[in-house]
Structures are given as C-alpha cells and as structure tokens.
C-alpha cells in the first residue's frame, strides 16, 4: 500500500517535470512564439480562477459571480507594488499581497452575503464585484481611474506560471481531499443534515470564499504581470461569466474538469481568431452544443487519477488476453 | 438524573400554533417514545430540540457530563457539538458521496489539524485521516454496512439507507439520540430487527433515546415511557401499558366515541 503511494508520488512528480521542461523547451526552440505564450498565460491564469471558482460553486454549492472582484484586488495590488518596486522580491511581495488582500475582501464580504442562497447569493457577490469596480475606477489618484494602470513591469513567464498554477491546483485538491473539505462538500449535499451533524455551515462557507477569493487574487496578480496594463473594465461582469463558464464546462465538483475545460477553451479561442467576425458565434455555439450533449460538464463530478490509467491499462491487457 | 428537560416549549407558525407548552423530562439511559397522530407536531420538536427551528418561547435544558446548559436558540451545529444527535423522517443522507464519506463527515467536529494541514497534506492529516477512517469502518461494521464502505449512499437500498443514518449520528458521538421515524418503510422483519439494533447501540454507546415512530410494536416493545403529542400539546405521558388505556390517545387516534360527540 505505501509503496503503490510513493510510486504514485514518483509518477505525479514526473510527469510534472516533463511538463514544464517540455514547454519550456518549446517556448525556447520559439516554436511557442510570443503569441502562443500569452495563451499559455491565459490558459495558467483561467486555471487558477477556474479551480478556485471550482472551490466555492463546485464543491461548497456556492453560486457566486464575484470572482473578477477578486481578481481586481490582486491585479491593482500587484500592479501598484510592482511598479514601485520592479524586482523579483517586489513581484513576490506584490502576488503574495494581492492575494492576502483578496483573501480579506472575501472574508469580510462573505459573512454578511453567505447567508443568501442560490440565485440570490449570485446576485449580492455580483453586486460585490461592480462595487469593487466603480471603487477602482473613482480611485484616481491611486489606480489611475478609466484609463488603467500602464507599463506594469512584466515579470511572469512560465516558470512563475508553473508554479502558481501547480500550487494552487495542488492545495485546493489537498484541501478538498481533507476533513474541512468534506465539511465544505456536505454543505453543498444537504445543509440541514451537515448542520445537524456538526457541521458549522457560516464557517466553511466563509472559509471556501475566502481560499478562492485568495487564489483568485494570485490570478488577478499574474494578470497584471503578464499583460503589463490593467484597467477596470477588463474586471467587469463578463470576465466573471468566462470564469463560470469554463468551471460548469468542465464539471461542477471536478478540478481535473476545470482543468481540461480551460485548456480546451483556451486553445479554440486560439484558432478561432483566424474568423475574426464570427469568433464569438462559434465560441457560443460550441458551448451550447457541449451543454446539450454533456449537461453535468465534460468530466461530471468526476476525477482523472492515476488509477484511471492503471484501469485502462488493465481492461487493454485483459482485450489482448482474449484475442 | 434529567438529561434533557423541555418546559413550556411552544413554536408558532403566524397564526398557527404547531407546537404548544410542551413539558418533558428524559432521564439520563431512558428510551423514550413520542408518539401522536399525523400532524401532531412531533417532527416540530425534534427540529425545535435541534436547533433547525427557533422556539417561540419556553426552554430547554441539556446536562452535558453535569453541565446543565440552556440550548434553546443554538444554532444545529452547536447543539450537535453538546452531545444531541439525530436522524431524519425523510432520509437527508449525503446522497453523492461514499457511505464511509457520510460518517467522516460526521466525525469531523472532533478532527484537530488545521487548515494549512489539509492544504499541505501535512504529517498530523495523514495521521488523523487514518484513525478517522478506521474509527468510521468500526462504525459501519457495527450497523453491518462494512462491505458497502465505498458504495455512494443513494445506491444503497431502503433500509440500509436508514442504517446508514444511524451510523452518522452515533459517528458525532452523542450523549442523547433523537430517532424520527426510524422504521418507516420497513416490512415487520425488518422493524424487528430494528428494534433488536435501538436496544443494542442504547447499551453499548451508553445512549439515551427518543424516538418518534408510528409502528406501535416498535414503541410498546421498546420503550420505557411515552409521551402523546396532539395538536401540539402534550396529552398523555406514562408506562406502555397506561398509554394503552389511556382514553384521551384513544380517541386522539381514533376519534370520539359517536354517542359522546352527539351531546
């Protein structure tokens, strides 16, 4: 049992490793040119801000629409820190910061709203993140209002990349493999019963809004990183919809979906710009297509783990025992 | 030694008085019964004990280990916490996740590592995870749902379902069990054997229980007191065997005599 552990540890950390040094070889041999690494950046960032949406609509039955706000907070953050102080300690400071700065405007937005339900909820968070918004747009003399925050130093690149994006899928699938967050899940499964089983419900709301609000601001960070300007629109209600969008693609309750989905959604934003005119046509009426046909999200509540592949493994094996 | 003591306990709904100055005392390792025709209010109690709805007005008194501690007005988490469990009428499992996944979530109130813990998958997780899990797998087995562990509670069949209620209520560890219902929809054999279980978990978790049931074999057979709810009000208390004669449950159940109705 243990060693099946560690080779799955050895595997996970491979495969890892081989990921990043593939795609920086890629980005190195320029067949990654500077265009398709900004979808990779986009891709990195949808994957954090999907994972951590994931958190608190897919597994604690929150529905929010609040998760630009969030990221707002960790981009202005970031940007203002950085532009400062443009070194590497700096960026550091700045998404850790942006982050932590989320995290407080989660928590302390959450208590009172949490206690809202279904569409109510999405309505109150949606009203959080425009506030958070016009706040950033009256802000003149800090955030610079309309006209946004330019020549933001560029510190990201794929390595950052990999890191942030690692670490958060890493802690969020840890902490929903936990204890507290089975006690988020149950909430999401019956409130009543997970009250009455001890389960205090403010709490592990409070506490998935704030992890994903937390996680959200990092992408909001590396968002200001990557692309050097920000300005408020960009953090508007349509930036919260591509968040949810991309989590119920790929599943409520499944990080692997969200995963896919973003990779997935990111590559044919990609391609889809050679029809410029048409892009957003094709973009909607593929996700309605996948809604038809897969309504529970491409992976459903679903995982993909190691055992799927020894599975597969075993079912190829015993097709070839028969022949 | 009253473990739960219940005064004036009343709970209106607007006009509606659903449950009206209701006494009740259960002693510490009794099996108390609450019986009452449909609508009587019986279920409204126990929401009313466990903190899912707000009383009116009038108290009640739990003694945790002699502590005495009012607990009207706690929210449900709080109550559990004290040492007051439950099980649901209409069955209110976690429906999509694993039958051992119900019970770790029931035992979770007395997990001790944090959350940077749960992110990090730090050494005190893996240690507390394991108890966790075999101390859960103990509890299965006790209500014979070992072999099931992994199966998702929606797919287990009736009475098993009802089984796994139990097990999630004794995984919170409670000192007094509220039971609504717990044979509903089972054939007599399977509500005899039910009966054996109450009997069984009562002396080996050292319980005190009140159970609503509607199946009078169960409640005469099993219980050491009875009270009668009707229309919210407390009409009758006593052994079994009074309640049987009592004439007031009588014509609650049955309704008044003709003659009598006619003057």
């Not at chain 1, 801000?49 to 597994?59: D, E, H, K, P, R």
């Not at chain 1, 709203?113 to 009256?138: H, K």
Request: aromatic share 8%; net charge positive; hydrophobic share 45%.
């Amino acid at each position: 049992m243990k060693k099946t552990a560690k080779s799955n540890l050895a595997i996970k950390l491979v495969s890892l490793v081989s990921t990043f040094a593939i795609i920086q070889l890629l980005i190195y041999l320029d067949i990654i040119n500077d265009y398709l690494q900004a979808t990779l950046a986009t891709i990195c960032i949808n994957i954090i801000l999907a994972v951590s949406l994931n958190l608190i609509t897919g597994f604690t039955g929150q529905f929010s629409l609040g998760h630009a706000g969030f990221m707002s907070i960790g981009a202005y953050t970031c940007a203002l820190i950085t532009l400062r102080n443009p070194t590497i300690p700096g960026f550091i400071l700045g998404v850790l910061s942006g982050a932590v700065a989320a995290a407080l405007v989660g928590a302390i937005v959450g208590l009172p709203t949490l206690r809202l339900r279904g569409d109510y909820l999405a309505i109150a968070t949606l009203g959080m993140s425009e506030i958070i918004r016009i706040v950033f747009l009256n802000l003149d003399e800090i955030t610079n209002g309309a006209a946004g925050l330019q020549d933001i130093p560029q510190f990201t690149n794929w390595m950052w990349l990999f890191i942030y994006t690692t670490g958060t899928v890493l802690i969020i699938s840890n902490f929903i493999k936990s204890s507290h967050g089975r006690a988020c899940i149950s909430i999401r499964e019956d409130e009543i019963a997970a009250e009455a089983m001890g389960i205090s419900s403010t709490k592990y709301k409070v506490t998935a809004f704030t992890i994903g609000a937390f996680f959200a601001g990092i992408a909001g960070a590396l968002y200001a990183s990557t692309f050097n300007f920000i300005d408020p629109k960009i953090f508007g209600f349509s930036k919260s919809i591509d968040v949810l969008v991309i989590v119920v693609l790929g599943g409520l309750g499944s990080i692997s979906g969200s995963i896919i989905a973003a990779v997935l959604l990111g590559i044919i934003t990609t391609y889809l710009q050679a029809f410029a005119n048409i892009q957003m046509i094709l973009y909607s009426v593929l996700l309605i297509i996948i809604m038809i046909f897969r309504p529970q999200g491409l992976m459903g509540s679903k995982e993909i783990s190691l055992s799927v592949f020894s599975k597969l493994g075993d079912s190829l094996k015993s097709k070839k025992g028969r022949v | 030694m009253p473990i739960l003591s219940v005064k004036k306990l009343t709970k209106s709904f607007g006009g509606l008085m659903a449950v009206s100055n209701v006494n009740m005392e259960i002693n510490k390792g009794e099996l108390v019964g609450l019986i009452g025709p449909n609508g009587a209010g019986k279920t409204t109690v126990f929401n009313l004990l466990t903190g899912i709805y707000e009383p009116s007005s009038g108290t009640v008194t739990f003694d945790s280990n002699g502590v005495k501690k009012d607990i009207q007005g706690l929210k449900p988490h709080a109550i559990s916490k004290i040492g007051l469990a439950r099980t649901f009428q209409n069955i209110r499992l976690f429906k999509d996740l694993t039958v051992i996944d119900n019970v770790r979530i029931a035992m979770h109130q007395n997990v001790k590592y944090g959350l940077i813990s749960s992110f990090l998958h730090l050494p005190s997780y893996s240690r507390e995870e394991a108890l966790l899990t075999e101390k859960s797998l103990e509890l299965l087995k006790i209500l014979k749902l070992g072999h099931k562990k992994d199966e998702l509670a929606k797919n287990l069949p009736y009475g098993e379902q009802r089984h796994l209620e139990i097990a999630r209520a004794l995984a919170t560890k409670p000192a007094l069990l509220l039971l609504d219902e717990p044979a509903a929809g089972m054939n007599p054999a399977e509500t005899s054997q039910l009966t054996e279980l109450i009997s069984w978990i009562r002396k080996e978790f050292d319980l005190t229980i009140l159970l609503i049931e509607h199946d009078m074999s169960l409640v005469m057979k099993i219980c050491e007191r009875i009270y009668v709810l009707d229309y919210g009000t407390v009409i009758a208390e006593g052994t079994p065997e009074e309640i049987k004669n009592n004439k007031r449950v009588i014509e609650a159940y049955l309704g008044e005599d003709l003659n009598n109705a006619g003057d």
